[in-house]
């Protein structure tokens, strides 16, 4: 992740201390009880530590809640994302639905992914029109959003075996509905984020073709 990327997507980090960012709500008038309610803080202290910070935002772009990744190489909960609130339900959204949509509709196609960094190093290619369900399940309300994006629906999920059982899942979900559907192949079980990195952007855009 280099500094424009960390600019244009927001991307932030949380620090190691367990009461940072609850100190500094708490000082500017928040209540804790709200805190506590959308998932910022478990009692007094930040539930966001050691992490790199995403923005997750809602069908118009607002930000509703956060998925931190830990960076410090410990797998336990890589990643912990805002539990559901009043604002936010994340099987009701998809990642970067605000920004894909124009792009969606130029190119008349939607390509889905699973992660939020796999969508942000796809936009480095010039590739917009792209959404991500933040995980490999599809809720209904996704798919219905998926399709009023595009009948013409791409899915590119890590060339994993769990990647690849959730695109022929997902994929037949979706053709119910009545999308037309093909399927991105990532070989050497890589995802979108890794591939492009090791391969390059041409070799990507080629297989999305």
Not at 167 to 187: A, H, M, P, Q, T
């Amino acid at each position: 992740i280099d500094e424009d990327m960390i600019k244009e997507y927001k991307i932030g980090l949380s620090l190691d201390k367990s009461d940072n960012l609850t100190k500094l709500l708490l000082a500017k008038g928040y209540d804790l009880n709200t805190l506590n309610s959308i998932g910022l803080a478990n009692y007094d202290k930040d539930v966001y530590m050691n992490r790199i910070m995403f923005p997750l935002y809602d069908l118009n772009g607002r930000v509703v809640g956060f998925s931190g990744r830990r960076y410090d190489g410990i797998k336990e909960n890589k990643y912990v994302n805002t539990k559901g609130t009043n604002i936010f339900q994340k099987g009701e959204t998809l990642y970067n639905y605000h920004n894909a949509r124009e792009f969606v509709r130029s190119k008349n196609q939607v390509i889905v992914m699973e992660g939020f960094m796999a969508v942000i190093r796809t936009l480095t290619t010039g590739i917009k029109n792209v959404v991500a369900l933040m995980g490999t399940a599809m809720t209904k309300e996704q798919a219905n959003l998926i399709k009023r994006l595009s009948t013409n629906v791409v899915l590119c999920f890590d060339g994993d075996e769990p990647g690849r059982k959730a695109c022929l899942d997902n994929g037949n979900e979706l053709e119910k509905l009545g999308c037309d559907v093909s399927i991105v192949e990532l070989d050497g079980g890589l995802d979108p984020d890794d591939y492009i990195l090791k391969y390059g952007s041409d070799d990507f855009k080629n297989l999305v073709k």
